[in-house]
């Protein structure tokens, strides 16, 4: 199936709420008065729980009676969550901006817009069958029941509206821990939802979440019996936590997506293409572009060219600098990781950290780099991108592959040359691989396909949609109901 996502549309809605939001905004428009709050919450009221299994509870009798009712009905709880996304963009994405830090205002809204525009519902379920000498069967797409749903901070909103879209489309309910940072956003988009759905179908509990999210509500949901299956959204850490629980689990785990430039591309597109995908939410989506290999031969094209699409370049001192600032080593598992305090921090903030002034209006920060850079293994979550010049195509596939860390997530090349293209496709092994254009044109934006915000690479599922939270069951009549 192939969403189309307007994207004219969705510009000239972003461009004018952010002209609404008269004088007063930062660099990239982060909010300057606090929005509103979430209501407060009693337990089970709206679909906000604290205790696990009254979550549970509650989220199974509703799939009981989400079961029971029309798929009218269940298009039209879809529909309630879509409109919200659409018609409170700005406020939600102004709400998840103050609270948890991270990201860009104007890709907050413009991500609640596609998701209310563009992420695939109940249209998506097929029913296949097929007809014989020994009658008719049918092979549908049946609800798993409750599901346990754990969001990420990066997108705390658009996760848990993107899952509650597909999951609630293909007949389930969700209980959703999310995370500790992105909570009252969590609150106050469920909160909305819920009552949206109430009033139009008369169905509660669809999303039953968790208002105080711990480790051990995370375990409670793990394990509780009624939960049928997981689907966690995260870092390495709930990943592992998801593979060694007993249940089903559909994993959408870390990325460290690189980019290969080789010396057939056309530097003009490539440096915009990149200074984009790296800048967007200033650079915390997983499919975002993390670190550049690019062909000697052209290397400098594409440096210069990138200052003239919002990049800035810093000199080499100035790369060691920030990693001295915003990343550290962490000592139990060796790997490079993000000072909280800068990921999804605007580009000044980097700047400022290594006293530097930069240009208003400057989308990322880049620079060149060595193989041993600890910039290159980090998923740094924030709007810098390492560059290194390689020997050739061969030299720089090699490279993508050893930093992608086998996640099997993302990666992107630009080249002319279908053999490089191929070759890097075979050997970087990723569930997106995206050939000349942005990290999102892999989710349906500037490309074709559909989106979403869980991108299950550890456990296979890829890109999910309503169909991954689906089993399959087969309806077989013999002998019998072959009208032809
Ligand atoms: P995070 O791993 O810190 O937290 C993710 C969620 O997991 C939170 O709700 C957190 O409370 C929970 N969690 C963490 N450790 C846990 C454990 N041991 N047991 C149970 N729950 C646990 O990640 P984050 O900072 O919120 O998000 C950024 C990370 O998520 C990045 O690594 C990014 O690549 C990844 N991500 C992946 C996708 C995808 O589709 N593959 C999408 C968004 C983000």
């Known amino acids: 199936m192939s969403a189309t996502i307007d994207e004219t549309l969705i510009r000239d809605v972003v461009s004018e709420v952010l002209n609404r939001l008269a004088g007063?905004?930062?660099?990239?428009?982060?909010?300057?008065?606090?929005?509103?709050?979430?209501?407060?919450?009693?337990?089970?009221?709206?679909?906000?729980?604290?205790?696990?299994d009254q979550a549970v509870a509650a989220a199974k009798t509703a799939q009981q009676r989400l079961a029971a009712a029309t798929l009218k009905a269940r298009g039209e709880a879809i529909e309630c969550i879509r409109k919200i996304c659409l018609e409170q963009a700005e406020e939600l994405g102004r709400y998840e901006l103050d609270e948890t830090g991270i990201g860009r205002l104007d890709h907050k809204i413009e991500k609640l817009l596609v998701i209310g525009q563009s992420i695939p519902g109940m249209e998506m379920l097929t029913t296949e069958a097929v007809s014989g000498d020994n009658g008719l069967t049918v092979t549908e797409h049946a609800p798993y029941g409750v599901l346990g749903v754990i969001t990420p901070v990066t997108h705390s909103i658009p996760t848990l509206a993107c899952n509650a879209i597909m999951m609630i489309a293909a007949g389930n309910t969700l209980v959703v821990n999310p995370h500790p940072s992105g909570t009252r956003s969590a609150v106050l988009a469920t909160q909305r939802f819920s009552r949206a759905i109430r009033e139009k179908t008369g169905l509660d509990n669809l999303i039953c979440l968790i208002e105080k999210p711990t480790l051990e509500s995370a375990n409670a949901i793990f394990t509780h019996p009624d939960v049928e299956v997981l689907c966690v959204t995260g870092g390495p850490g709930v990943v592992a936590a998801a593979m060694a629980s007993n249940k089903k689990a559909i994993v959408a785990g870390p990325g460290n997506p690189p980019v290969v430039v080789d010396e057939t591309a056309d530097l003009e597109k490539a440096a915009e293409g990149i200074v984009f995908g790296a800048?967007?939410?200033?650079?915390?989506?997983?499919?975002?572009?993390?670190?550049?290999?690019?062909?000697?031969?052209?290397?400098?094209?594409?440096?210069?060219?990138?200052?003239?699409?919002?990049?800035?370049?810093?000199?080499?001192?100035?790369?060691?600098?920030?990693?001295?600032?915003?990343?550290?080593?962490?000592?139990?598992?060796?790997?490079?990781?993000?000072?909280?305090?800068?990921?999804?921090?605007?580009?000044?903030?980097?700047?400022?950290?290594?006293?530097?002034?930069?240009?208003?209006?400057?989308?990322?920060?880049?620079?060149?780099?060595?193989?041993?850079?600890?910039?290159?293994?980090?998923e740094q979550m924030m709007p810098f991108l390492p560059i290194m010049r390689c020997r050739n195509a061969d030299e720089a596939i090699r490279l993508a592959v050893k930093f992608e860390h086998g996640f099997g997530h993302t990666a992107v090349c630009w080249s002319r040359n279908v053999e490089t293209m191929t070759k890097m496709g075979k050997a970087v092994d990723t569930t997106l691989f995206v050939k000349n254009g942005p990290c999102m044109a892999g989710l349906g934006a500037g490309g074709e396909g559909f989106g979403s915000y869980s991108i299950a690479s550890p456990t296979g599922e890829g890109i999910t949609s309503p169909m991954t939270y689906t089993r399959v069951r087969r309806c077989v009549m013999v002998d019998n109901l072959r009208i032809l």
């Open 279 to 378: 800048a967007y939410d200033n650079n915390v989506l997983c499919i975002g572009e993390k670190e550049v290999f690019v062909v000697a031969s052209v290397a400098d094209g594409l440096l210069d060219a990138m200052g003239r699409h919002g990049g800035y370049r810093l000199t080499g001192e100035q790369v060691e600098a920030l990693a001295r600032a915003a990343i550290h080593k962490d000592e139990k598992s060796g790997h490079w990781l993000a000072n909280k305090e800068f990921v999804g921090k605007d580009p000044d903030v980097l700047a400022r950290a290594i006293g530097l002034e930069i240009p208003k209006g400057t989308q990322l920060l880049y620079g060149e780099v060595g193989e041993d850079s600890p910039w290159l293994p980090c």
């Open 24 to 52: 007063g905004s930062g660099s990239n428009g982060s909010p300057a008065t606090p929005p509103r709050q979430a209501t407060p919450t009693a337990a089970g009221v709206d679909g906000i729980y604290q205790d696990v």
